[in-house]
């Protein structure tokens, strides 16, 4: 089923992408798996968790660009291009997947991190994480909805 859902992730990522960029989107599937374990302990459609598994693999892979931006690179033009576009993609994506919530609640940590990485902070950051306390916190929302009905 993981590799199913990875397989699916990456091809409606690649279908959405603009071709004209040159990004080849791709994750080991141990960066993958970080987050299979947060989707699995939810119910959620198989859809959505398509969905959440591609904009945690946009934002890894912005990251990942980011941080390969370091003076005199003969690519650092291009990582930097392609950092922020993929930025972009994500917030494209999210929009489309219907996943305003996420962005609203993640839009603080992102801005700290970039924050941090422009004064030379290259700490890793851990998304899954986030999106787990994001799953829980909306869990606990329609658990306190369901009990009030």
Known sequence: MNRQLIEDTFRLLQAEISPITGIQL????VECEQLLPVLERYDLEYTRKVHLLGLYTILTLA???HMECVPHHPDLTRNILDGDYLYSFYLQFAVKCRELDLVAYLAPSIKKVQIRRSSGDWTQEN?????A?????????????????
């Open 63 to 65: 990251a990942q660009r």
């Open 26 to 29: 791709h994750l080991s599937l």
């Open 133 to 149: 306390l994001f799953l829980d916190q909306e869990y606990k929302g329609r658990n306190r909805t369901s009990k009030a009905i």
């Open 127 to 131: 998304p899954a994480a986030e999106m």
